[in-house]
């Protein structure tokens, strides 16, 4: 190519901004109740705009290359270290939860990279060992412990971004992280419809793949589950998965249609949203505090416990990093952070060295050591 060739497409280079494309498409094929990503309330940081993602898509993109979303397919969904290559772990949950809510997002003309910014990072702050290591630090720490809170916390002060501490994320991200959690009557949600969105696909996808697992694991047969939930929602985990989908899509798009009512949620028909909450309390009931999961995480509450009960006597054994924020913002902060983002493996390694006997090489127990 001769220089002045090169000239004019490096010109056009410069002038070219895929960004704006992109978001003036939003505006044409978005539904009216989306969350545009021109119209963002921003990062607590402000920054220039990425010439050719938007912000969501760059708060995707921060998410997915962090090291405590790598760390995720070391934590426990629901069983402590199974034995085989076929259950969840909190990484393929994540995964999970972002197709199912890409999925009602596109059926509700929502934006579907905010809505898989917020997928991906809303349990980035969960504990080795799932909620029994959650269950241990709320009673340990001051104040209690909750994984969304600790999601945010991680994303805006424990992970390193290109501006020091924390991803700089948009407030619309970290809204939609926060609230994604629980399910009691009249809890505070999500402002956009995306990240109200991930609440109910959340919910959607542990219910119905812990069914999944159970059953693999022998702990449940789809004849256990009340007929009354099945009836509902279909008796194979796809037909599940399908009519819950569905069933948000359609009632959210009625809802929407009425064109007088101005506050539009994500949210179910009452008979499918009583069979999933159903579904959900017997899985409580009968899996997650079940005799054989409660064994488990009680071994695992062990480790938590005693783990954080030796840094708190040991803050000089924390990483220079953990021992800074204990020295900001107090010891059992410091010690919380480190121990929640450790990996399952990563805690049961850390845990054998400070706790369990090690082999001295070169000693014979009956000899002292040898010459060796």
């Not at 199974?82 to 772990?89: F, S």
């Not at 000089?316 to 010690?335: C, D, T």
């Amino acid at each position: 190519m001769s220089e002045q060739g090169r000239g004019q497409t490096n010109h056009s280079l410069d002038n070219l901004c895929v960004r704006e494309e992109i978001e003036a498409k939003e505006e044409l094929v978005l539904s009216p109740y989306a969350c545009f990503s021109s119209r963002s309330q921003g990062r607590e940081k402000p920054e220039p705009p990425d010439p050719v993602r938007t912000c969501f898509m760059v708060d995707r993109d921060r998410i997915v290359h962090s090291k405590s979303f790598r760390r995720l397919k070391h934590k426990t969904q629901v069983y402590i270290s199974p034995v085989g290559d076929h259950y969840r772990t909190r990484l393929t949950h994540t995964l999970e939860v972002s197709q199912i809510a890409r999925t009602i997002g596109r059926g509700l003309g929502l934006n579907e990279d905010l809505i898989e910014a917020i997928a991906l990072a809303h349990d980035i702050g969960h504990t080795p060992f799932s909620h029994a290591g959650e269950r241990v630090l709320d009673q340990l720490v001051p104040g209690g412990f909750r994984h969304n809170e600790n999601s945010v916390r991680v994303l805006t002060r424990i992970e390193r971004g290109k501006f020091g501490r924390g991803l700089n994320l948009t407030k619309e991200v970290l809204d939609g992280v926060l609230y994604h959690s629980g399910y009691g009557e009249g809890g505070a949600r999500a402002q956009t419809l995306e990240g109200q969105t991930i609440f109910y696909s959340d919910k959607i996808a542990y219910v119905q793949h812990d069914i999944d697992d159970a059953i693999r694991a022998g702990l449940l047969r789809i004849e256990d589950i009340p007929r009354d939930y099945l009836d509902v929602l279909g008796y194979t985990h796809s037909q599940r998965i399908a009519t819950l989908v569905t069933d948000i899509i359609v009632h959210t798009r009625q809802q929407a249609a009425r064109k007088w009512d101005r506050l539009v949620r994500v949210t179910m028909s009452p008979e499918v949203e009583k069979a999933l909450t159903g579904l959900r309390e017997f899985m409580f009931k009968n899996i997650y505090n079940g005799p054989f999961c409660m064994a488990e995480k009680d071994k695992a509450a062990v480790i938590v416990e005693y783990l954080y009960k030796y840094y708190y006597s040991h803050p000089n054994k924390l990483p220079e990093f953990y021992q800074k924020i204990a020295k900001e913002e107090g010891l059992a902060v410091g010690v919380a952070d480190y121990i929640s983002g450790m990996s399952d493996t990563f805690c049961l390694a850390i845990f054998n060295e400070v706790y369990v006997p090690q082999f001295t090489p070169g000693f014979n127990f009956y000899r002292g050591f040898t010459e060796e």
